[in-house]
T-cell receptor, first 114, second 110 residues
Framework: DADVTQTPRNRITKTGKRIMLECSQTKGHDRMYWYRQDPGLGLRLIYYSFDVKDINKGEISDGYSVSRQAQAKFSLSLESAIPNQTALYFC?????????????FGAGTRLSVL | RKEVEQDPGPFNVPEGATVAFNCTYSNSASQSFFWYRQDCRKEPKLLMSVYSSGNEDGRFTAQLNRASQYISLLIRDSKLSDSATYLCVVNILSNYQLIWGAGTKLIIKP
């Protein structure tokens, strides 16, 4: 089983719908991240969480919200999806105790907003 | 100017050749550096960390030049399985975030 699991893997939705993407991890890491990836652009950070009570906005948080339900779970919501939120979304984790900030990724969720 | 810049490629290279690509970063406070590999439609995976003294992992060699603010990756004796996008990543410790380049696409041809 994957250490970082994202669900769903693919989703097609319509403009205005509320969407939740879920991420769970078995790595025991305290830090979790949500990124989006668009063609020709690097990964861009949406939100990150250093522990259950710590949530921070990333570079592109507008239109998104998150919930850290437990150390192992971090979900991303699009309250009212719009077409320019069509992208590949990745969840990642890291361990604050590690010497370097190496991040481990889920397999991604491909979201299309029509 | 992007914080981390890479030549998007693609680099089309025959199998067995040596290929190198660079990445430049703009923030002199950058502390840690990495190369990640991303296969088509898959998640990024750590290829190697980059150390100031340079480091090697099998056919892969990474170099860091702090003065010029660039990182390089050299792949020797390239294999078909090396075809992927290589992402340059920089960590600015003051904010614990990773800054990602857009990637360099490498295609190894038989």
């Amino acid at each position: 089983d994957a250490d970082v699991t994202q669900t769903p893997r693919n989703r097609i939705t319509k403009t205005g719908k509320r969407i939740m993407l879920e991420c769970s991890q078995t790595k025991g890491h305290d830090r979790m991240y949500w990124y989006r990836q668009d063609p020709g652009l690097g990964l861009r950070l949406i939100y990150y969480s250093f522990d259950v009570k710590d949530i921070n906005k990333g570079e592109i948080s507008d239109g998104y919200s998150v919930s850290r339900q437990a150390q192992a779970k971090f979900s991303l919501s699009l309250e009212s999806a719009i077409p320019n939120q069509t992208a590949l979304y990745f969840c990642a984790t890291s361990d604050s105790r590690a010497a370097k900030n190496i991040q481990y990724f889920g397999a991604g969720t491909r979201l299309s907003v029509l | 100017r992007k914080e981390v810049e890479q030549d998007p490629g693609p680099f089309n290279v025959p199998e067995g050749a040596t290929v190198a690509f660079n990445c430049t970063y703009s923030n002199s406070a950058s502390q840690s550096f990495f190369w990640y590999r991303q296969d088509c439609r898959k998640e990024p995976k750590l290829l190697m960390s980059v150390y100031s003294s340079g480091n090697e992992d099998g056919r892969f060699t990474a170099q860091l030049n702090r003065a010029s603010q660039y990182i390089s990756l050299l792949i020797r004796d390239s294999k078909l399985s090396d075809s992927a996008t290589y992402l340059c990543v920089v960590n600015i410790l003051s904010n614990y975030q990773l800054i990602w380049g857009a990637g360099t696409k490498l295609i190894i041809k038989p």
